[in-house]
């Protein structure tokens, strides 16, 4: 049976925690077929199989609900138009639970059991860190939504890449000027305590320090916490901005928290959406949020300067112009992440086109002409916006988004530049054997 999103679902048969999308059969014409297929056809008109490794359950399962609708209706454009190298594309999803431990096994099944051709879809860094090595050594193409640093640092191994979605490092660099011009010089961080939090910890006090601002004071947070109140003391009086980025189901309760801990009279707020994503910004207890600034990715509201490839994308992963689904007010996306599985998706498209892939065989073939790539344009397949790619360091450069909350929306006052958030690489994956 199939669920809303036209997804095949085998957690009622004896198969446990997989599903199988067959190329979005109802939208490219397929026959549904459960389980493991045997094609007795040429191997070229078997299907690309594509591993999604999701966040279904654990801290990331709102984001791991929006990727794979997001995946679904790319796959489906992707097979409307013929698919990859003339075949069509089927994914086979698995349940990380949002685990390192977890996910490492994951990534195994896929290679061994589903025998996919690549991994695709993780988002959250402490999950892609403790998957990286299973990738690596069952040489498994492993493509990450994530946004850590992980990847670009050159730490992980050849087989992981990030071309969807820029990092952590860049991001921060991007902004540093904009929060040091406009919201404040003294500055308290508050993030989650794991590897993407980590990224944030290191990389802003440098970026706002080359702009004469600096972290006063840095404030880890379990991401499994439930309550917030008791670390909102430490910040120091004479901060004038908070910087906060936390993730996970309790996002709603730390926002509510922390406008009842100052009230009326607050420092300025600059936030990582990841501290409102998936949450309605109009939610009881939230309006003290007015005024205030967060990055985005991809912004959750519909602006008036949006490109018809942005309107076009919207409409096909449907969500309304308020970023949530549509006919659903009350399921809001994770706009400002989930395009980078739209985008990852068309690298892999082009990559595995100018490699000439044909099966797992030539999973080597494909990391090479992943490095090849240089520049996306923007467009239907990167409605994000335009994005250039270092192969050395497996990871692309793109825009960003600095919003304010206004009228109970977000309102795009800033884009940077793609310059802007450019850095040395710190290694060069290409060195490395396959």
């Not at 809303?4 to 026959?31: E, I, M, Q, V």
């Not at 590897?195 to 006063?216: N, T």
């Not at 309550?227 to 309790?250: C, D, L, N, R």
């Not at 076009?312 to 659903?328: F, L, Q, S, T």
Request: hydrophobic fraction near 40%.
């Amino acid at each position: 049976m199939t669920d809303k999103n036209g997804f095949f679902d085998l957690s009622k048969t004896t198969l446990t925690r997989r599903t199988t999308l067959k190329g979005l059969a109802a939208g490219a014409g397929l026959a549904m077929a459960p389980g493991f297929v045997r094609y007795s056809q040429a191997q070229s008109s078997a299907p690309i199989k594509i591993g999604f490794q999701s966040h279904r359950t654990g801290i990331g399962a709102a984001y791991g609900r929006w990727y794979e609708k997001t995946t679904a209706a790319a796959i489906k454009a992707i097979n409307a138009a013929g698919g990859i190298n003339g075949r069509q594309v089927e994914v086979i999803i698995e349940d990380d639970g949002t685990d390192p431990g977890r996910g490492a096994e994951v990534v195994g099944k896929f290679a061994t059991q589903h025998k996919t051709d690549i991994v695709f879809g993780t988002l959250f860094s402490h999950v892609v860190i403790g998957s990286a090595p299973a990738a690596g050594e069952n040489k498994m193409p492993y493509f990450v939504v994530s946004e850590g640093h992980h990847v670009a640092s050159t730490k992980l191994n050849r087989y992981v890449f990030q071309p969807g979605i820029t990092d952590v490092k860049s991001q921060i660099q991007s902004m540093a000027p904009w929060i040091a011009a406009n919201a404040g010089k003294k500055v308290t961080q508050i993030f989650p305590d794991f590897a993407f939090g980590y990224d944030h910890r290191d990389y802003l006090p440098p970026a706002l320090k080359a702009q004469g601002a600096e972290v006063i004071a840095q404030i880890a947070i379990p991401p499994t916490e439930s309550s917030f109140t008791k670390y909102f003391p430490q910040i120091p009086p004479e901060t004038e901005v908070i910087y906060h980025v936390m993730v996970g189901p309790a996002v709603l309760t730390f926002v509510k928290e922390l406008g009842e801990f100052y009230g009326s009279n607050r420092p300025q707020l600059f936030g990582f959406i990841d501290s409102l994503e998936a949450v309605d910004i109009n939610s009881p207890g939230l309006e003290f949020l007015d005024g205030s600034h967060f990055w985005e990715g991809s912004p959750r509201y519909a602006q008036p300067d949006d490109t018809e490839a942005q309107k076009a994308y919207r409409a096909a992963v449907g969500i309304d112009d308020n970023g949530a689904a549509v006919g659903d007010a009350k399921d809001v996306s994770t706009a400002a992440h989930m395009f980078g599985c739209w985008e990852t998706l068309y690298v892999v498209k082009k990559a595995m086109e100018d490699a000439g892939y044909k099966g797992p065989e030539d999973r080597a073939k494909l990391v090479e002409a992943t490095e090849a790539l240089k520049e996306f344009a923007e467009g239907p397949e990167h409605p994000q916006g335009p994005k250039t790619f270092n192969g050395k360091i497996h990871q692309c450069f793109g825009i960003q988004n600095i919003s304010k909350v206004e009228g109970g929306k977000l309102k795009v006052v800033h884009k940077t530049k793609i310059e802007d958030g450019l850095y040395e690489a710190e290694g060069d994956y290409t060195t490395q054997a396959l």
